[in-house]
């Protein structure tokens, strides 16, 4: 998981690879399929309008807990997804 930051949006990039031993290296090449994983980014005092899969625009229900965290659930990963988070 890394983090980029745009004007007004943060944006979460999740990756789930298997890496392979291929003599003294490790490749990664195989996708993991996962699914419903919950994750929290801490708010930083900013106001999350909306959080979306992208590139398809997929809202995605969000919960802002008492202690500064923003929880979402991601449905679906096949290897890579990228998660926005729309802030005012």
């Known amino acids: ?3 980029t930051e745009q004007p007004e949006r943060r944006i979460v990039h999740l990756l789930s690879y298997l890496p392979e031993l291929r003599g003294n290296t490790q490749i990664v090449e195989e996708p993991l399929k996962l699914s419903n994983v919950k994750f929290s980014l801490r708010q930083d005092e ?3 309008t909306k959080i979306y899969l992208a590139p398809r625009k997929q809202d995605l229900p969000f919960t802002v807990t008492d ?4 929880e979402v ?3 679906k990963i096949d290897g890579y997804a ?3 988070f729309e802030e005012v």
């Open 46 to 48: 900013r106001k999350i």
């Open 1 to 3: 998981m890394f983090i």
């Open 73 to 75: 659930t991601v449905p």
């Open 82 to 84: 990228m998660i926005v």
């Open 67 to 70: 202690d500064g965290y923003i």
